[in-house]
Each structure stands twice: as C-alpha cells, then as structure tokens.
C-alpha cells in the first residue's frame, strides 16, 4: 500500500499521523493474531478522537472510522466469517480516509457527504435515547440478516435468563456481564448491517448493563421491570424483521421504540419510576429431587463451568436448517421401511444361507443405528421452555398480588424438537391455572396455617420412553361438588349421572367450565384448559389430575419421547397386524383356565401375580374376525399406563419391530386406542395401538377400572 510524500513531512497534524499508523499495522497484521487487531481498533479510536470536531470532514471521518471500528469488534469476538476480507475492508477503509484528508488539504472543496444507506450504521453513534434510525435491508445482506435473526433470538433467550437470575441477585456479576455482552454483540451486528431500530435498543440497554457492570448503578426492580420489557420488544422487533426478510419488505417502524429508550435511559440515570410491590420469581431446582440445592458460594462456581462447557460445546457445534434436517429424518425413516421389506423378500426367495443372515443382519443394525442417531438429532432439553414458565410466573405474580415460588426440576430433559414446541402452550395455560385458581391470596393461606408464599412445581423427567411434565401447588384444590354442579348446570354432566373423581376433574378441561368466581386478566373464561386437552391428546399424550381440597393439585402430561419412530411388539388379531409400543408392555402369557374369571359388572379377568387383570378383545374392539375365541387358547398382552393395568387379548406373537409412525390422516379423524399407522416389512399398513387410550376407553365401567387399578 503506498502512500503520497505529504503525509511524510514534519508538519503532519496528529490525526493523519494516527492514519498513517492504522495503514501500516493493518497491513502487518494477520486476522486471527487479536493484539494486532486490538491494537487497530485502539489506533482507529484514537484517529476518530483526534479529529477536531471544527474539521470540515469530522463527520465523513466519524462515520468511516466508526465502521471500521465495528468490524475490528465482531473480528476480535469471532462474530464474523470471513476475516481476512474484513480485515481488507478496514484498511480500504484507511485508504479512502487518507485520500479524503489529502483532498480536504489540496482544496477547500468537499465531497458530498454519504447517504445514510451508502454504509452501515456505526454502532457506536447510535443513540442511546430519544431519535431512532429506521431499519433497512439491504439484498446483499440478506444472509447476514438471516444469520443475524437466528442469532440475536439466541442472545435474546439468554438475556431473559439472565435478568431472572438478577430479579433474584442483582448483583450476580455473571449475569450482568452476560447481559451486556449479549446486547453488545447485538448492537454491534445490528450497526454492521444497517439495523438502526434494533440497534438503537441494544445499545440502550447496553449502556444501562455498562453502568450496573461498573459498580455505579444497582439494578432494581424498576430496572429489572424495564429491561424485561426491552427484551419482549427486541423478541417482536426480530420476529418482524423475520417477516420482513420473508416478504422481500421493509421491516415496519416500532412506535413504542422512543419510549422505551427512554425509560431505559431514566433507569440509567436513576429517574425511572419506583416499583412497590415486590416480585415473586423462579427458582430453578436441580434435576433429581435427592440431590441438594447449591449454596450461593457454590454458584459463581458452577455458573463458570456450565459457561466454559457452553463455550466449548459451541465450538463443535454446526447449525443445520430444520428443514433439512427433519428430510434427512424423513428419507432415513423411508430407508428402515425398505431395509425391512427387502429382508423380507430374501428372507423367502433366498435359500437358508449364513452368510445372507449375516449381511442382512448387519445392514439391518446399521440401518436402526442410524435411524437412533438421526432422532437424537431431534431431541432438545425442555429447558427453554421452563424458561419461559419462569418470565410467564414472574409477570402472574404482580399482576394477581399473590406470593409465590415456582420451582423447576429437570430441565435438561430432552424430547423431540417438534414437541418442545408444541408442549408451550399447555403449560402456559397450566400453570396461569396454577397461579390464579390454585394458589390462593397469602392472607387466606395465612388464616389456614400455610406460609404466605405458595409453591408451584415445574418438572420433567423420562419414565417407561415417555416424558412426563408434572405441574404441582399447594393451592386450595380441586372442589368436586363445585366442579359437578356447574358441568350439569351448563348441561355438560345429566343430573344424576355418577362420576368418577377421576371424570369429575376432567370436566375442567370442557369447553366454556370455569370454576373461578370472576373474570381476570390471567382467567376465568372458561377456556385454555380445553385447549390444553386437545393438543396433549394430538400429540398422542394424555393428562392425569390428581387433587386434594385444601391441599393443593398435580397435573401430569404424559407424552412419547418422539412422534417419529417406536420400538413395537407385532401381533395378529385374525388377519389383521397391530403394533403395540413395548413402552407399554409389561409382559406376555397364554393363561390358564385357572386364572380366568368372570366378575360381576366388571366382565372377564384373569389374575396375574395375584392381581386382577380385565380382558380387553381386540377382535371385538376393532371388528374383526379371531382365529381364536376361548382366552385360553390366545394370548394376553398386558399393558399398563400409569397405575392403570389390562391385558389385550391377541391370537399371535409375530415380533418386535422398530417401525415409523405414519399419520391416518385428517379425513379419519381420531380413533379410540389407535395412535398412528405403519408400514411393515412386506409393505402392508397395521395400526399402532394407543394402549393408555384402550384402557381409558375399556374403563368407562366403574367396576372395570376398580379392577384396572386393583
């Protein structure tokens, strides 16, 4: 890189000196040696420093100098691809700076100052309140942004986490530093490429993070309050620039951006409005129940380590569109089919040979292999989503008066990705239920000798290839009469009709039945729980109530590791197949006319281990024709869900097969104890039995599930 002998003289003012310097360190410098790249970035704030501000090109100076600076930043942090081309950029940047101030000196002309558009925002000149840039896409940068979008949604997650952590300690230094580097690298990107709404918001909350960091601002409630609703609006603002780049537009002006800014800045400068009440908050619990909560001493510790483990576990980690990734589940899911079948045809067409067996054995292993690997691709820890629940009882709290703690176990257990996602909503519905008909006001707890702040528990674990999420408080119960005369005032229940405590708690989750005695911004409608029914049951999950008036209550969802692929035991019922997921299984045997017996209102049982167990015949169930019509001459298949138990009544044991589980279809619609289709080996469909359905259809008998349960 040359430059021309006027910048050699000793007259050289000290700014074009500073340029000088930029221009050789950039050219001796790598772009992954940092102090080189940190000693650039000093050098160039020093230039836009020394700039006099009476310069007729400071502003032109201030502008390219704080982009350079901006690309030195996401250098040093690794939050950029291409170094080596950024690195090129800043010293072309150098070059047209040292060219501008060799011009401003030949001639008192100027060039035309850029337009706002012509190059990125500094991030670095983005107000910290008042006036916003709006934002701008520019179609070149459409990867970028994308990028941007997924990232910045990963920084804004972490954000949340963090300010719950502070609600709690608001002098957690790790949190604080957390917060700040997440909104830093945001407003940093979002200046890169011309995102002047987003940009101005992160760096609002960046500079009211700085001063909490510094040790000259201690975050309150009031703080708290405003960066929690700075993060809500940095979640719609990315959502909208989502939209915006799908739609090819314009991302839309935020009319609440300027008052948010500036409550952030009255936050920063200690004039923000005073909370009163004080703020409930989440806990989070470890994931086993025996093991002991860490002290506060223990805690910068282990915070430190989940963040070195998070770092290095990053650093191996290759981000995959969900699109492709749920093909690739897809296409493998097809490829088990066809293994399958062609096993099959050998198995009939070829002779006996070893050597076959062998091959066909092997490629049948690496095929379920693969088809493990690629589910658990799939699976993502709950925790995310226990996050949420976390903001969601914060805000319940303040806005219903009520004290109470929410308590988070096992929120590294993982599930399909697809049922993260859609397990959300129940539980937001859940546990607003919790919060405002369970929990009680604490001078009413109070008066019945419970402690003023009340308990809700959110946890999840694995049991039996289910996962069950269990949402627990220490509320005032379920009351059945209550619950019973408004179902038969609303007509749901005919006057009369006996109900199982089971039943009866189940009416809540009928559409329009509201036991609360008014209407409030959290519930009361009559709706949420209903919904909750209809997508836990189109997950093919289920939802047990147990309560005690006075004592509290505890909703249990049950739903399967993965809506993709089971592990199934074949049976034939006449000429029919059916799959019944081994998770369901407890064991298999050809009874003895010893065992069978026929109860009173309870229809035929047969006594395993002692236990009664009721017959259920999948022949009459499903319409079809049994090779077998005496139990002693079949076999029962005993299935258990829960505490609930019955044995299925099947004419043969054909295997256990791995297979893929096919939708029916809308136009079938759901089918009692049917939980999907599959394809078998010789390319025939079977259904796959729902056996926690069967038996909750099987146990419309009160006598029957007595037995089930004895």
């Known amino acids: ?114 337009e706002p558009s012509a190059s990125p925002e500094p991030a670095a000149a983005i107000p910290a309140a008042g006036a916003t840039k709006e934002d701008v896409i520019d179609p070149n940068d459409s990867t970028l942004v994308a990028e941007f979008i997924l990232e910045a949604g990963e920084h804004v997650e972490a954000s949340e986490a963090a300010l719950l952590k502070l609600d709690q300690d608001a002098g957690d230094t790790e949190s604080i530093n957390a917060l700040f580097r997440a909104f830093h690298t945001i407003k940093g990107v979002a200046g890169f490429i011309r995102l002047g709404q987003i940009g101005s918001l992160a760096h609002a909350v960046e500079n009211l993070m700085d001063q909490a960091r510094s040790g000259s601002l201690r975050l309150g409630p009031e703080s708290i309050d405003a960066l929690l609703k700075a993060v809500d609006l940095m979640k719609v603002m990315i959502a909208a620039l989502d939209q915006a780049l799908s739609a090819g537009a314009k991302p839309p002006v935020q009319s609440g951006l300027p008052a948010m800014i500036s409550l952030l800045h009255d936050c920063a400068n200690g004039t923000a409005p005073k909370v009163s009440a004080p703020v409930p908050a989440a806990q989070p619990m470890p994931a086993t129940e025996d093991a002991e909560i860490p002290s506060p001493a223990n805690k910068p510790t282990e915070s430190r380590s989940a963040a070195a483990a998070t770092q290095s576990s990053s650093e191996s980690v290759v981000k995959v569109s969900t699109e492709r990734l749920d093909s690739l589940i897809n296409a493998i899911g097809e490829l088990v089919i066809a293994q399958a079948m062609v096993s099959q045809d050998v198995a009939s067409l070829v002779p006996a040979s070893h050597r076959v067996v062998r091959e066909l054995t092997q490629v049948g292993k690496i095929a379920r292999e693969l088809q493990d690997l690629s589910m658990s691709m799939r699976m993502v820890p709950i925790q995310g989503v226990f996050q949420k629940m976390s903001r969601l009882a914060r805000d319940l709290a303040r806005k219903s008066g ?31 239920n919790a919060a405002d ?32 999420v269990e949402i627990k408080d220490d509320g005032r119960g379920l009351n059945k009469a209550k619950i019973l005369k408004k179902a038969q005032d609303r007509g749901i229940v005919p006057p009369g009709k006996e109900l199982s405590e089971q039943e009866i708690f189940k009416l809540i989750m009928c559409a329009g039945l509201s036991t609360a005695d008014k209407v409030t911004d959290v519930s009361g409608r009559g709706v949420g729980m209903d919904v909750v029914l209809r997508n836990v049951e189109s997950l093919r999950g289920r939802i047990d109530i147990e309560s005690q008036e006075g004592q ?43 065992q069978i017996s026929t109860i009173r209102d309870s229809g035929e049982m047969c006594m395993v281990r002692d236990h009664l167990v009721p017959v259920v015949r999948l022949h009459r169930l499903f319409g079809v024709q049994p090779v077998h019509e005496t139990i002693t001459d079949a076999i029962l298949v005993i299935v258990q869900s829960g505490p609930l138990r019955c044995s299925l009544m099947v004419d043969e044991l054909l295997g256990q097969q791995q297979v893929v589980i096919k939708s029916l279809g809308d136009s079938l619609g759901p089918i009692a104890g049917v939980s999907g289709g599959a394809i078998l080996g010789d390319g025939n469909v079977c259904l796959i039995l729902d056996a926690p359905g069967i038996i909750m259809s099987a146990s419309g008998d009160p006598g029957f599930a007595a037995a089930m349960q004895s």
């Not at 000693?39 to 501000?53: D, G, W, Y």
């Not at 690794?78 to 950029?89: N, T």
Request: glycine letters at 6%.
């Open 1 to 114: 890189m040359h430059f021309s002998s006027d910048f050699e003289n000793a007259g050289m003012q000290a700014h074009e000196k500073l340029l000088q310097d930029v221009a050789a360190a950039t050219v001796a410098t790598s772009a992954d040696d940092l102090q080189g790249l940190a000693k650039i970035h000093a050098l160039i704030e020093a230039f836009r420093a020394s700039v006099p501000p009476t310069e007729p090109w400071s502003a032109i100076a201030a502008t390219v100098s704080s982009n350079a600076g901006a690309l030195l930043e996401k250098m040093i942090l690794s939050e950029i691809a291409d170094c080596d081309a950024a690195l090129r950029q800043v010293g072309d940047m150098t070059t047209e700076l040292i060219k501008l101030a060799q011009q401003v000196h030949a001639s008192d002309n100027l060039p035309p100052p850029p």
């Open 402 to 432: 009520k004290e109470f703690d929410l308590e988070l176990i096992g929120g590294e257990t993982e599930l399909d990705r697809g049922l993260v996602e859609a397990v959300s909503d129940p539980l937001v519905h859940m546990v607003r």
């Open 437 to 468: 008909h369970g929990i009680e006001c604490p001078d009413d707890r109070e008066k019945a000798g419970k402690p003023r702040a009340g308990k809700i528990q959110l946890r999840a674990y694995h049991q039996a290839g289910n996962v069950v």
């Open 552 to 594: 509290g209550s505890t909703f249990t969802i049950r739903l399967p590791l993965t809506l993709a692929v089971i592990d199934g035991l074949v049976v034939r019922v006449g000429d029919q197949r059916y799959v019944i997921p081994i998770t369901s299984i407890e064991q298999s045997l050809r009874p003895k006319p010893s």
